[in-house]
């Protein structure tokens, strides 16, 4: 599929561009904030060709779609007005809160800036390799001409983020950027590096050493956008133009060196601070520790956090030790993708397995990890288990990262500093992560597709069962779009802990008996049901993630314990509107809680399904007779 084919897909499956509120990508991923949810189409979406993943993260719709994604997103700047930042656009009918608030924030902020960040932190290892064994000396104005061009970009960091902020924030880019110039500009750097008392209007000024600094000038950009559209909503049109930035600048500039420069740096290092003790205190459990969650970070987007603390520690202490570690994770998974290809019998998952292996070792490791190694569960485990040996590894060994870079082959310059101390260590580290999390997915195996197909082909034969087996067809008690029960965001059911079966993201509010049987369960709080088949089939229909915490409201129920239903009779309506509205998801699993006493529990539809369709086919049962 040509990439603008592509775009035009996924702008149609999230809803189109009315649905989008802004668009950044990173590595891998178009990291959209869409104005209702509700309105893309997930599950086409995975199936999409050329899409890896979907997620839902921080607030934000993540289309995962590998090393393709600057020319995907590029497409998508043509084929619609989204990437237009003049363009108006409405806001999000909800907006992420807490933890996934900021994590939103930070991956918009930096995403950007991810791919001229890798490249100059390349660039800078490259240079600092070249000056240690002697290729080029510092004094040779080559190598000035060459680190300016790599150091440019952290010198001038609060430039860049000044940009990136306000367009996450809807602020005047240029105002923002004059803020960030005054906070290394000539003079201002001067008066620090002098120690010259320095005062505004008689209030002390405490000046610090802005270059490469993170969080003073997004604290500093965030509330210039929330004055800006004070000003501009009292200001008169005439005058609003010109008269918002002089405010701005006569405001902001004194009130950043006053009181959020001083407190951005000084939380800033305290976290750095914070981060480097542990590390001090015992480098192998902390490596070993970070070893085994930056993947699992990395999921949940939560890596996002840690970012400004890593640019921060090279910007404070010339290097930082806790990158190093993370690094190992990357070559684990790396690992356990090459075990999955030397392994599986399928051919199509074996050059899955062999493609992502290639694009993680240059630090890509999303095809890999939903592609190859989350789904079939094991192996990402040998990947968590190599990465802690070998985050153990490296953090032991002292190994520090002098520039910035997402960890992968290209990247592994930018951790040899002076002398070399610690680059052994981190060969050693990602070596063995690879070796340790390939050979505990060949060791550990896992179902593979092949035994799968064939597993379903001798049994979905009548001819081959015996006259005991029963089998029983499950009716869709649900209208709705086709999820796969991994996707359900609640590890009780997606983890297949419950049974197996499949889940609904439901587009209307009505349950009806899925087969003639009995309701088993009604639950008080009404949000599920339990019924059983005459022939014994159990099935749990649960609405929603956590609705439990509802307590009954937005859900009505037409049964009780012990009733005897036909197929297609209602059981339970629900308002989908409200539900979301409260936060909750609606995606509802249907459970086969005695999967146990079936050969198969086989899918029958994949996308969209209408209210007693057929859904699932249970085969192989015992029957009531036999038990």
Request: net charge neutral; glycine share 10%; with cysteine.
């Amino acid at each position: 599929m040509s990439q603008e084919k592509l775009a035009k897909e996924i702008v149609e499956l999230v809803g189109g561009e009315k649905n989008v509120v802004s668009l950044v990508h990173c590595a891998t991923r178009l990291r959209f904030v869409l104005k209702d949810d509700a309105k893309a189409d997930k599950a086409k979406l995975e199936k999409t060709e050329g899409i890896i993943a979907v997620k839902e993260n921080g607030g934000q719709f993540q289309v995962v779609v590998g090393n393709k994604v600057p020319e995907v997103y590029s497409a998508i700047g043509q084929i619609s007005n989204i990437l237009d930042d003049s363009s108006e656009k409405e806001k999000p009918s909800k907006s992420a809160k807490g933890i996934g608030g900021i994590i939103d924030v930070i991956s918009s902020i930096f995403a950007p800036l991810l791919g001229v960040m890798a490249g100059a932190g390349i660039l800078k290892g490259l240079l600092l390799i070249a000056s240690n064994v002697g290729w080029l000396e510092t004094t040779e104005t080559t190598y000035k001409i060459l680190f300016a061009a790599a150091d440019s970009l952290f010198y001038f960091l609060p430039l860049l983020l000044a940009v990136t902020t306000a367009r996450k924030f809807k602020g005047n880019m240029f105002v923002a950027m004059t803020i960030a110039g005054a906070l290394i500009y000539p003079s201002i750097v001067t008066l620090k590096a002098e120690g010259t008392p320095t005062d505004f209007f008689g209030i002390p000024v405490i000046l610090m050493n802005y270059s490469s600094t993170v969080i003073p000038i997004i604290l500093a950009v965030i509330v210039m956008s929330k004055l800006e559209k004070f000003f501009n909503k009292v200001l008169h049109e005439s005058v609003k133009n010109f008269v918002t930035p002089l405010f701005l600048l006569v405001i902001m500039v004194p009130l950043t060196l006053l009181v959020f420069g001083p407190f951005g740096v000084y939380v800033g290092n305290a976290i750095a601070s914070g981060l480097v003790a542990a590390f001090g205190f015992s480098p192998l459990l902390a490596g070993a520790v970070m070893g085994a969650s930056w993947q699992l970070l990395v999921i949940f987007g939560i890596h996002w956090g840690l970012i400004p603390v890593f640019i921060n520690n090279v910007a404070v202490y010339g290097r930082d030790g806790v990158k190093p570690a993370a690094t190992a994770s990357i070559f684990a998974q790396t690992g356990a993708a090459f075990g999955v290809m030397l392994k599986t019998k399928n051919k199509k998952l074996k050059t899955l397995a062999g493609s992502s292996t290639l694009t993680a070792l240059f630090g890509i490791t999303e095809p890999a990890i939903y592609g190859v190694t989350l789904p079939l569960k094991r192996p990402f485990i040998a990947g968590v288990i190599g990465g802690a040996v070998g985050g153990a590894i490296i953090g032991q060994a002292g190994t520090q990262a002098f520039a910035s870079g997402a960890p992968g082959l290209l990247t592994l310059p930018i951790f040899y500093g002076p002398g070399g101390e610690g680059f052994p260590g981190l060969i050693l580290g990602i070596c063995v992560s690879f070796v340790v999390a390939a050979a505990l997915t060949y060791i550990m195996g896992f179902k593979d597709p092949v035994e799968e197909e064939e597993k379903s082909t001798e049994t979905t034969k009548p001819s081959e069962r015996t006259a005991a087996s029963s089998d029983q067809e499950v009716l869709s008690p649900i209208e709705g779009t086709i999820v796969d029960l991994s996707d359900v965001p609640d590890p009780a059911f997606s983890s297949g802990a419950m049974g197996k079966g499949i889940a609904i993201e439901p587009a209307v509010g009505r349950v009806v008996a899925p087969f003639d049987g009995t309701i088993t369960v009604a639950f008080k709080k009404k949000h599920a049901l339990a019924v059983v088949s005459d022939t014994g089939a159990e099935i749990l229909v649960h609405v929603g993630v956590d609705t439990v915490k509802l307590d009954g409201q937005h859900f009505t129920s037409h049964i009780q314990e012990g009733d005897r239903v036909k197929a297609g009779d209602l059981l339970l309506e629900f308002d989908i509107a409200a539900i979301k509205a409260a936060g909750y998801h609606t995606v509802t699993p249907i459970i086969v809680t005695n999967s146990t006493d079936y050969e198969e529990v086989v899918p029958l539809i994949t996308g969209q399904v209408r209210v007693q369709e057929p859904l699932l086919t249970l085969y192989g049962g015992k029957g009531p007779e036999q038990e």
